[in-house]
């Protein structure tokens, strides 16, 4: 995937969605020296096949209390 400065992208935005839209190109948006974003085309999906995954995959109920766990680590770790 080619790095693409964002004042490059800027300025050549409509080109690099052609390229995305038509020959399926991939770049990184960098700023700073920094990778900030990807542009990529969108995979394409039915509503369907989203409610089909939801009801394969039910919720944990579980899975909030730990993540809450998990953010007050990295929290404690950052200020640490």
Partial sequence: MPDVSATEAARNFADLLDAVEHRGER????????????LEPMTAGAGRDVKALRREHVPDAKWRSDLEELRALLEREARG
């Fill in 27 to 38: 770049f990184t948006i960098v700023r700073r020296g920094r990778a900030v974003a990807h």
